[in-house]
Nanobody, 124 residues
């Protein structure tokens, strides 16, 4: 089982980035596929998740309306489209896969698999 995240980089405030997370060893459709982030000196926090076997998506309040999570089952890949980026979005972003129930899927400890992280830096 492997999750390979990519797409991070340096962008100015107001700009956009798209993160990708390619999965192998399992199908993304059968898991809740999430994105988390961790800024320096802070705990890892939930960003977004695409629920399993459905089109339902859920977001942290801080990114709602700016970020969009999506799954491409044919490519076994999950994406995070980030628009309107702010300096406070600067963090290492991690993709994850979870079999947890809906009420727990935002919890860091409820993730079954993690990708390696990709750095996103937003300059002001």
């Amino acid at each position: 089982v492997q999750l390979q995240a990519s797409g991070g980089g340096l962008v100015q405030a107001g700009g956009s980035l798209r993160l990708s997370c390619a999965a192998s060893g399992f199908t993304v459709g059968s898991y809740a596929m999430g994105w988390f982030r961790q800024a320096p000196g802070k705990e890892r926090e939930f960003v977004a998740t695409a629920w399993r076997r459905s089109d339902n998506t859920f977001y942290a309040d801080s990114v709602k309306g700016r970020f969009t999570v999506s799954k491409d089952n044919a490519k076994n890949t999950v994406y995070l489209q980030m628009n309107g980026l702010k300096p406070e979005d600067t963090a290492v972003y991690y993709c994850s896969a979870s079999r947890a129930v809906l009420s727990a899927v935002r919890e860091v400890t409820a993730q079954n698999y993690w990708g390696q992280g990709t750095q996103v830096t937003v300059s002001s």
